[in-house]
């Protein structure tokens, strides 16, 4: 039930939230027009599987290159896409470790394209997008102000998760009071992929740390120490500016 305490922080949400969807309907507006210049057409045929460009679009008797194992040599093949665009099975694998390896995989390829692109290809990855859209598109954010990263962990989103800036089992272990860890000072709310690589990152060998992770090299360290390399990891990975 809503408080006249925690009500400002509700209507703040909600006008994210908004703000959210009319950008995605702004987005897939551009698209529709984008598609409707080009003369987009979805039932245009695509090189069957098991020959080289499998997959993608080709014009009508167009060259598929031959299989996949032919002789490598070189061919004019009517297709358009980008070679480095991921593969995205059509059913949804049941590990959840390969889902996520699919979504991660989709996701660093998704910065590197506009935004229409972007909103194009989560149109065609069916259970991607229904699964990992909020995640996958959370991860081409922009680094913000560290003020605004801590504000936002107050008011949890779709495909983001508090990050704690000194991280969280080593201090408890190394004696930090709960006050300090739990402190909305360490706390900012990171793009769930992005957390996924800090953490990789913190258990990581690094030369930068004489041969030792950085969660290794922070053993023993002053707080002040782990909050210096708590915010070069969020800059090194893109969140913070």
Known sequence: MATSENLPGILRHCARAYAEGAFLIRAWHLQALLEARANFNPAQPRVPRGYRYGGRWTGPGGDWGGPAHDDGRARIVAVSGDPDEPKIPHKRPARARERNRIGRAAAR???????????????????????????????SDEPRALEELKERATVPRPGYDIHHIVEKTP?????????????????????????????????????????????????????????????????????LR
């Open 109 to 139: 390829y998704l910065r590197t394209l506009p935004l229409w692109q972007r909103v194009r290809f989560l149109a065609r990855v069916g259970w991607l997008a229904n699964e990992a859209g909020h995640t996958i598109r959370s991860y």
């Open 171 to 239: 201090a408890y272990r190394d004696g930090f009071s709960r006050e300090m860890i739990e402190s909305p000072q360490n706390k900012v709310l990171v793009p769930r992929y992005k957390h996924w690589e800090i953490t990789a990152w913190y258990a990581t060998k690094d030369e930068r740390f004489g041969g030792l992770s950085p969660r290794e090299y922070l053993r023993s360290e002053s707080w002040q120490k782990r909050v210096e390399i708590g915010l070069f990891a969020l800059r090194y990975h893109g969140v």
